[in-house]
T-cell receptor, first 113, second 115 residues
Framework: GENVEQHPSTLSVQEGDSAVIKCTYS??????FPWYKQELGKGPQLIID?????GEKKDQRIAVTLNKTAKHFSLHITETQPEDSAVYFC????????????FGQGTTLQVKP | ETGVTQTPRHLVMGMTNKKSLKCEQH?????MYWYKQSAKKPLELMFV???????ENNSVPSRFSPECPNSSHLFLHLHTLQPEDSALYLC??????????????FGEGSRLTVL
């Protein structure tokens, strides 16, 4: 089955710096790559996603890049702010079955003011 | 009202108790899910319901029993749990789009502690 590895497990940056979180996956049939943000005491919330027919997608300060050949994708956050502090999860859909998202282990991002 | 509501938010139970977690979605979605979130581990998919029919059961122990009476409500019945079952249980919903995986909308979770 699909295996998703996420690194780093923790990341601390200074406010205004950039943060990058990387994920690798094993199933070449994966087509959907979302990123979720989980704030303390809340459920995960989708922040950006990308499908396999696109190599990069950007939404204001966040962007996701996908390399299907190498089977990895990354989340980039620029000009980080304290409110970006949270746990971030990557995920893939494995063999494309609806709703069966396979999640990475999560990255705890701390943005220091 | 938030999109996906879970109750209770916190639950403490003994190993011999029987309790239930409840989830309600107000988004008109036709798929609902239970995920288990333990510290330092990835989110684990437990059950998937599509149009009130269970379509996925990821080898979850029988002490967890799901129920989906309609497309808006999902329950997780708990009995004779073990301390290692202590975790955050997250409910989610999605609008299935004919094979294309879409956004999951999560509730805030039910924090379960088994003594």
């Amino acid at each position: 089955g699909e295996n998703v590895e996420q690194h780093p497990s923790t990341l601390s940056v200074q406010e205004g710096d950039s943060a990058v979180i990387k994920c690798t996956y094993s199933d070449s049939a994966s087509n959907y790559f979302p990123w979720y943000k989980q704030e303390l005491g809340k459920g995960p919330q989708l922040i950006i996603d990308i499908r396999s027919n696109v190599g990069e997608k950007k939404d204001q300060r966040i962007a996701v890049t996908l390399n299907k050949t190498a089977k990895h994708f990354s989340l980039h956050i620029t000009e980080t702010q304290p409110e970006d502090s949270a746990v971030y999860f990557c995920a893939t859909d494995g063999s494309g079955n609806t709703g069966k998202l396979i999640f990475g282990q999560g990255t705890t991002l701390q943005v220091k003011p | 009202e938030t999109g996906v509501t879970q109750t209770p938010r916190h639950l403490v139970m003994g190993m011999t108790n029987k309790k239930s977690l409840k989830c309600e979605q107000h988004l008109g979605h036709n798929a609902m899910y239970w995920y288990k979130q333990s510290a330092k581990k990835p989110l684990e998919l437990m059950f998937v319901y599509s149009l009130e029919e269970r379509v996925e059961n990821n080898s979850v122990p029988s002490r967890f029993s799901p129920e989906c009476p309609n497309s808006s409500h999902l329950f997780l019945h708990l009995h004779t749990l073990q301390p290692e079952d202590s975790a955050l249980y997250l409910c989610a919903s999605s609008q299935e789009t004919g094979g294309n995986t879409g956004e999951l909308f999560f509730g805030e979770g039910s924090r379960l502690t088994v003594l």
